[in-house]
Structure formats: C-alpha cells, structure tokens
C-alpha cells in the first residue's frame, strides 16, 4: 500500500474560488471539493489543482528575482495558438511568448492571479 495516496499542487491567492474558475476552464475540469480556504479542482487528464486562500498573497513577479516565480506549471497542448487564445480569453497574461530560447517551442503565461506556467505542444511521437 502507497505512503501517500492523493496529491495536489497547491497554489496561494487572494481569491482561490475565481482562480479555481481559471484552470477548471483551462483545463476542461471539474471543482471536487470546495470549503471556506480551499478549492481543488481536477482537469479532464486528471490533473488536480488546489487553490489556498491566503489575504496576503503576494503575486510572483517573475522573470523579475526580487520576487521570483516561486512555482509554476507546465502544461502540454495540441496548438500553441489555439490555448493562447483561450488562456487569454480565461483572463490569463502572456509574459514570453515568441522566440523563447532553449530546446522547446513553449509559451509563458500568467494566471490571474499572477503564477506563471507554460505551455508546450505535445511531444511528436513519429521519428523524422
């Protein structure tokens, strides 16, 4: 028998209920369990996702260091043009979104509330 049975990412925000609406969105999830400082959601892949309550939240500022990213979530999508529209239809932010450096074509966004994540299309699975 597993240790540990259930596992969520938990992310702080002023406003979880409306964070919560965010990524259920995004996500194309469902809200399992909601109380008075916390609402977890789990997306369509089973992702699980938990928003915490927290009055003095303060959003990360990154690629700013004097207030770094702290977390952020990556996610895989079939089009990177078509989650951009929704990520920004949703309420969410670019921050860095064309010419990212590195091995991977990904995208930076900011969620409402200010966490960063990024996006990456769906590894190829043909050989070339």
């Known amino acids: 028998m597993a240790l540990v049975t259930a596992s969520f990412v938990v992310l702080d925000a002023g406003e979880p209920e409306k964070l919560a609406v ?15 400082d916390q609402v977890e959601i789990r997306g369509a892949d089973g992702t699980r996702l938990a928003f915490r309550r927290d009055a003095g939240a303060i ?15 990556d996610f895989l999508v079939e089009d990177l043009d078509e989650a951009e529209r929704r990520i920004i239809g949703l309420g969410g932010r670019a921050l860095e979104t064309k010419d990212m450096p590195g091995p991977y074509q990904e995208r930076v966004y900011a969620d409402p509330a200010g966490h960063s994540f990024t996006i990456r299309p769906v590894p190829s699975t043909t050989s070339e």
Do not use: K
């Open 59 to 73: 959003p990360p500022s990154w690629p700013r260091a004097e207030n770094n990213q702290q977390v952020h979530l």
């Open 22 to 36: 965010f990524y259920t969105e995004l996500l194309d999830g469902e809200q399992t369990d909601i109380s008075l």
